[in-house]
């Protein structure tokens, strides 16, 4: 090293190059990453910013063209009619009027909160569903050898690959011949059963993953094999458990065609509630935007509340004990 | 409180009519009641497979398990009510040490209200000196801690038998020497039955009143420490156990009189047939000495043989040091006193006493004569001593 300092402090401060990526081409990667991310931040956040804005427009901006990008009038148009349209659907009318001396009257008649009480009840039916015979199911799979064990993981994987629609019909026949045709029961099963094969999958890499040293001092520990289960195995997958419900939840919550076809306006889960409110020419944007957001507000509370169990559920089969 | 019995035990992994692999083949052992039973071998021997026959986690493909004289091959782990201290330690992680020590209790069917097992919760915490340590969770404890959470679970349902699988491979040296004495310590404090696997001979010999000495899952031998070391049953035993490793040289025999006559590339002795038991009917030996057995030549006479050595390497360990070294013979390892002077290329005579000389069989690798067990007179023919 061609040095003019002898100074070893002095040189090992002016040496510092190896600490910052000088080279121009650093830069340039740097600045491409940034833009990539940029890009696609957008293209994910664009709809979500573009309900949220759409909700505080009022009809004739919404209408306006060009579009404008912020509201020029923010308005709570949307919100109150969403707001009157559930009070006067749910039968609160009189009772808001009792109360406040106000008058409810609306032009739409779609209880959101109703809707909301169907989609949770359909989508909590069928995450418990989906985990309890997903867990159970990928426990014995994972722990127990037996004849056409692979098999059956591949077909439940090919499950997982068929889209819910292609099944649309031969379901439709199931269900009408179990007669529950517009109830509830017949989303929580059909939901259930297309998120099982997947939490059968996320469960037997944790049970895969799981210390036999555990499972064995739980035996010595004179545990049946379901003390073992309910004691030692689900408390330690706890994480991955929820991450199931979540997903299971969540495809529930979603779900569109299903919810549509076998149910009728009275049993409307949110998916197709929200698109009574799509009326082909004269449809207030602002007032489906309100509602959608309105539907979220439950759900990503929830979410943000149990995130960092999805997260740690997803990612961490290991155990350390 | 449990006499342990192993008869004609095997176990076989796979399909024993085609390909299987024999883990455990036809083992016999026998153990009384209160007695501690290391089953010593190098890794893939079959140790802790037996333990875990015993234990009831695998199951004997022949042979039968009995505990007390009942066949308990059919009994499923829970209901042997064994107790089982694991490599990993295996600790509960979403429970408390509490919980951990608790669980066993509370899964039995026992009749003891949360106070009482509270109580002894307590009470073996203490024992264990981990009562600080009661309300955390495994994940903040050290190996030593973990360690001993393990064997307070295993300790605190006082089983019919505590089975230990290599519980010491995981912490550090120092730690294991503590917690080998501890061990030792509380399982002669209960004085319940026990059956422990380690690849360490010197963890079995210091902790064990009986070691079974497995290899290739055959038995080698069923002993008390000092028989393994003094009287190996073959060759294999001779080398597994004693640190630092036999020394094996080859010779020839030849009868003289009362004694044998043993030639060996650079030197010959005679040991006396009183101190063998066997009648020797081959030329041919393996005549083994133990590096502690032999001395420096200037430091103590033997009537044994005397053979000049050229050192390699002295590695100190306080008071003695184990000295590698090129003789004649070939390589010999000697653990030696009086070696501040030595340097590598220096020569030494190195001697050994005839009756601490080991003899083997070549060809079956049996036993002909094993170590006589003298005392170690500094200064004194040691051959005189027997004599007197």
């Known amino acids: ?173 199931l269900i009408s011949t179990l007669g529950l045709f517009n109830t509830h029961l017949a989303l929580i099963l059909i939901y259930g059963a297309m998120t099982a094969p997947f939490v059968v999958w996320l469960m037997k890499g944790f049970f895969d993953d799981f210390p036999d040293s555990i499972i064995e001092a739980s035996q010595v520990d004179q545990c049946t094999p379901f003390e073992t289960f309910w004691y030692v195995l689900v408390p330690m997958a706890r994480n991955s458990l929820i991450a199931s419900f979540i997903f299971a939840f969540l495809l529930a919550w979603n779900e569109l065609v ?45 979410l943000a509340y149990i995130q960092r169990y999805f997260v740690q559920g997803l990612t961490g089969g290991a155990i350390k004990g | 409180m449990t006499h342990l019995e192993l008869d004609s035990v095997k176990k076989v992994y796979g399909d024993p009519e085609k390909d299987g692999v024999v883990a455990v083949n036809d083992l016999d052992i026998d153990v009384p009641d209160g007695d501690f ?112 959470v393990a064997l307070g679970r295993a300790i605190i349902r006082e089983p019919r038998l505590f089975l230990f699988d290599e519980p010491l491979a995981n912490l550090d040296a120092k730690l294991r020497k503590t917690m080998r004495t501890e061990i030792d310590e509380l399982q002669s404090e209960v004085g319940i039955t026990s059956a422990y696997v380690t690849h360490n001979q010197e963890e079995a010999m210091t902790i064990a009143d009986k070691i079974a000495i497995l290899n290739d899952g055959e038995l080698q031998q069923l002993g008390t420490p000092d028989q393994v070391f003094n009287e190996p049953a073959n060759l294999f035993v001779a080398q597994f156990v004693g640190s630092p490793d036999m020394n094996l040289f080859q010779g020839a025999l030849s009868e003289r009189g009362d004694s044998y006559r043993i030639e060996m590339d650079a030197t010959s002795f005679d040991i006396p047939k009183r101190l063998v038991d ?7 030996v393996l005549v083994g000495f133990r590096p502690q057995d032999l001395y420096q030549a200037r430091t103590r006479a033997t009537d044994g043989p005397e053979f000049d050595t050229r050192v390699r390497v002295v590695e100190p360990v306080g008071t003695e040091a184990i000295v590698h070294g090129t003789s004649a013979l070939g390589d010999v390892t000697a653990k030696v006193g009086r070696f501040h002077d030595l340097e590598p290329e220096d020569q030494m005579e190195l001697t050994i006493a005839p009756e601490h000389v080991y003899l083997f069989d070549p060809t079956t690798e049996a036993l002909l004569k094993g170590r006589l067990v003298t005392e170690r007179a500094d200064g004194e023919a040691s051959a005189d001593s027997v004599e007197a």
Not at chain 1, 142 to 152: A, I, T
Not at chain 2, 100 to 127: H, K, P, S, Y
Not at chain 2, 278 to 284: G, S, W
């Open chain 1, 1 to 173: 090293m061609a040095t003019d300092n002898t100074d070893p402090t002095a040189e090992y401060r002016k040496n510092q190059s190896w600490l910052y990526d000088s080279k121009a081409g650093g830069y340039v990667r740097k600045t491409a990453i940034g833009l990539l991310t940029l890009v696609i931040g957008v293209f994910v956040l664009f709809p979500l910013y573009w309900m949220v804005v759409t909700a505080f427009k009022t009809t004739s901006e919404i209408q306006q063209i060009p579009p404008t990008v912020f509201p020029v009038n923010p308005s709570l148009e949307g919100f109150r009619l969403v707001i009157e349209s559930s009070i006067q659907a749910g039968g609160y009318a009189g009772l808001v009027n009792d109360l406040f001396g106000i008058t409810v009257t609306s032009a739409i008649d779609i209880n959101l909160l109703g809707l909301i009480v169907n989609s949770l009840k359909v989508a909590v039916g069928a995450g418990l569903i989906a985990v309890v015979l997903g867990t159970g199911a990928s426990y014995v799979l994972s722990r127990r050898e037996f004849r056409g064990k692979n098999l059956l993981m591949s077909l439940l994987l090919a499950s997982l690959m068929f889209p819910g629609t292609a099944i649309m019909v031969p379901e439709w026949e």
């Open chain 1, 258 to 302: 299903f919810a549509l076809t076998l149910l009728d306006n009275s049993k409307f889960t949110v998916p197709p509630g929200l698109l009574t409110f799509v009326q082909g020419f004269n449809t207030q944007w602002n007032v489906v935007a309100a509602a959608s957001i309105i539907v979220s507000i439950p759900v990503l509370a929830g």
């Open chain 2, 37 to 148: 039973l290391v089953l010593l071998g190098p890794s893939g021997c079959g140790k802790t497979t037996t333990l875990r026959m015993i234990g009831g986690l695998e199951d004997p493909t022949e042979g039968e398990v009995r505990f007390d004289g009942t066949v308990v091959n059919d009994v499923k782990a829970r209901n042997r009510d064994v107790a089982m201290v694991f490599q990993d330690f295996a600790l509960y992680p979403h429970m408390t040490v509490r919980e951990n020590l608790g669980f066993g209790l509370r899964r039995e069917n026992n009749d003891m209200t949360n106070a009482e097992i509270n109580d002894r919760v307590t009470e073996v915490a203490e024992m264990l000196e981990i009562e600080e340590l009661l309300n955390n969770k495994p994940a903040q404890l050290s190996g030593g801690q973990k360690q001993r």
């Open chain 2, 278 to 284: 066997t009648e020797i009917n081959t030329e041919e």
